[in-house]
């Protein structure tokens, strides 16, 4: 159980053109979602929060307008990078929170296989 | 959101026990402790979450001292599969289980 799905894995566009990566809970429904981005040999970092019916929530210093996320079921999030730049080119990663109805704390985030974004 | 603090990499040789510890000395208490794996070029893999003293699952085991200041993973015989970067990260219970990704831990498996 638990898996989490995104497509495409990898992804090669020109500079300027617009990119969207789909982000699928398989087996839960999923209210809120995350979007991380990591560069080779660095760690996850968090991009948003993605939740379900609402806009999304960004951390400081990642552009609302270039990478909007859509949350528009409870099992899918949507990361559209717009006119994207090599400097975009990264891995993208999409993480969904799974709730255990009744036990408080045991919430877990499962993550998707990740995103290889490749800007020329 | 409480900060962690890892080694940045360890040698094991395969068939050895690992044991990875990791330090979050401003841990709340709504904070559970969770442990993932991550592979090149994967997402960071579930292993294992706990909120004190001692959880096992059929791949790991976690030990959480009363003072819940530090928390250690601990692979039993591990093999060169295993080879991999693990994170330690701090949540909190219900909301939205925002957390930060620290550095990880590379843990290099050597036959």
């Known amino acids: 159980g638990a898996v989490v799905s995104q497509h495409p894995s990898w992804v090669i566009c020109k500079s300027g053109t617009s990119v969207k990566i789909e982000c699928r809970s398989l087996d839960f429904q999923a209210t809120t979602m995350f979007w991380y981005r990591q560069f080779p040999k660095q760690s996850l970092m968090l991009m948003a929060t993605?939740?379900?019916?609402?806009?999304?929530?960004?951390e400081q210093g990642v552009e609302k307008d270039k990478f909007l996320i859509n949350h528009a079921s409870l099992t899918l999030s949507t990361l559209t990078v717009t006119s994207a730049h090599p400097e975009d080119s990264s891995f993208y990663i999409c993480s969904a929170l799974q709730w255990t109805s009744g036990r408080a704390g045991t919430d877990t985030q499962y993550f998707g296989p990740g995103t290889r974004l490749t800007v020329l | 959101l409480a900060k962690t603090t890892q080694p940045i990499s360890m040698d094991s040789y395969e068939g050895q026990e690992v044991n990875i510890t990791c330090s979050h000395n401003?841990?709340?208490?709504?904070?559970?402790i969770t442990w993932y794996q991550q592979f090149p070029s994967q997402g960071p893999r579930f292993i294992i979450q706990g909120y004190k003293t001692k959880v096992t699952n059929e791949v790991a085991s976690l030990f959480i001292p009363a003072d819940r200041k530090s928390s250690t993973l601990s692979l039993p015989r591990v093999s060169l599969s295993d080879t991999a970067v693990y994170y330690c990260?701090?949540?909190?219970?219900?909301?939205?289980?925002?957390?930060?990704f620290g550095t990880g831990t590379k843990l290099q498996v050597i036959p």
């Open positions: 401003n841990i709340a208490t709504n904070d559970y």
């Open positions: 990260l701090v949540g909190d219970i219900g909301g939205y289980q925002k957390v930060t």
């Open positions: 993605s939740n379900e019916g609402s806009k999304a929530t960004y």
